[in-house]
């Protein structure tokens, strides 16, 4: 197939949230050795407003959806919904970032930099329609995020988070692509299109490389989204990173993992999903099962969101299971419902941490509601939603997945999910207990009141998670006519 | 003596993803576990090329290039990181890193 070699108009406007986000993210790189102070606010603004800008151009752009550079990029509806997703993720984390990076002295240069390049990456993994381009994305995604969960250089446990985050991310990559050079070898492609159209007429019994190939890069996207067996990277990285960087990593590289697993899988491996089927649902009940249970035990409340993280991770993978439209969008609306609730939380351990990160742990939220109740009452909001508490995002996040299930006949799953999320329910309410039913500990006694910025921090993920849980179908419609686009 | 054909570059690259896998599964020393990890992502490479070779695609070749770029970047960002990690902890063996619970 010839393509025309220069990029046209049309090309360009479709690719141009990323290159917004590029170029932001290079001016502030050139303007960071200019400003005298370290921790200058400036570069935060400007992050803000590239990625609200961002989200414009990406919105905009979806009244002309199609391809762009031969087929290279798929701007539909389902990249438009996971680059607002992850660009308005970017924003949930610049707002709390104010005063954590004040506090802690953090260079804020650096870090709104490497910020925007990781959101650049997952905007295009969003809307690739190639496996080259997947995997550039991913790459741009995840490099970024292993700098910024070493951020603070002279931090034992930054350094040891970033090492083991890079350690196991880049083998997870190697993986993958091991999957993709089979995928070539097999369908002489790697357009998802095309692998989708080569693979279709060997449902029946695909040649061993493709099933290898689907097994591989299930392996390497399965650790990128920490599901269970490849998880044991998520608690240590969660807790050693800063607080921030947990909330971004727990929220952003899922979603846009979630975006071309279920990409990749739906459409270029959709023929042979009675082969992959059962990968997922052994992945995706061990992960809900591994990751509540060993929440149970977490001292740190960093650690124990990383494992309800991981716990997450298994109920979107419940859709996928699926197989179906449905499906799709149920997981969609949950990454959405996930990314509220779970940054909002974060932000609260962020806002409370105090120099040097020193109060994490579950005993530091003690008294909490007495010191703050606003904070406490975010948080509460946050964690109700987590359990999956009517009137919350959480809720109708699970009820659309169970739903999904329960159409293609994963009867077992689903019961086995419903139970999960009620184990998960004791550990999280453990947080309100100490909020709410003790004397305040010397975190609540030192907590600094909330700032502007933080206060937004907290507000907009409980709006949302709110208004997910009061008006489901705004998002839900959303979700899916984009996953209808997904051939 | 039969010519070399794809099958052979295939097994090549098994043994090479093998050997890396088992190197990084095994290995303390964090620089030797990079190198395993490099080791996979040229097996990747020499899948590639075999296959572009087999095909005459250029496509593979390209998805090469792209491929050596991403270990030179990630090789830079790993070896930033280690010297880091060395400046505090004065130690480059994998099972002795457990400031947080492996």
Known sequence: MPVNAYPGATDLLRFLPETLLILAGTLIMVLDPLVKRRSSPLFGHLTLLTLIAGIAVAIAGASNPGPAFGGMLMVDGFATFFRVLVMGVGILIVLPSYPFLARQDGETGAFHALLLFSISGQCLMASASDLIIIFIGLEISSISSYVLAGFFRDDKRSNEAALKYFLLGSFATAFFLYGVALIYGATGTINLDAVRRSIGPLRADPPVMIVAAAALMFVGLGFKVSASPFQMWAPDVYQGAPTPVSAFLSAGPKAAGFAIFLRIFLTAFGPIGAHWEPLVWGASLLSMTVGNFAALTQTNFKRMLAYSSIAHAGYVLVALAARSQVGAAAAMFYLVAYACMNIGAFAVVSHLSGRGEKYTDIEDFKGLAQKQPLTAAMLTIFLLSLIGVPLTGGFFGKFYIFRAALESHLVWLTVLGLLNSAVAAYYYLRILVMMYMHEPGPAAEAVEPLSPAMGAALILPALGTLVLGIFPGWVLDFAGKSSELMR | ?102
Request: proline residues 1%.
């Open chain 2, 1 to 102: 003596m039969q010519p070399v054909s794809t099958i052979h570059y295939l097994v090549l690259s098994a043994a090479l993803l093998l050997i890396g896998t088992v190197g990084v599964l095994t290995r303390r020393n964090i620089v030797i576990i990079l190198m395993s990890i490099e080791l996979i992502l040229n097996a990747v490479n020499i899948n590639l090329i075999a296959f572009s070779h087999a095909l005459h695609q250029v496509t593979g070749q390209v998805f090469a290039i792209f491929v050596i770029t991403d270990a030179v970047a990630e090789a830079a960002v790993g070896l930033g990181i280690l010297i880091a990690l060395f400046r505090n902890r004065e130690t480059l063996q994998a099972d002795e890193i457990d400031l947080l619970k492996w």
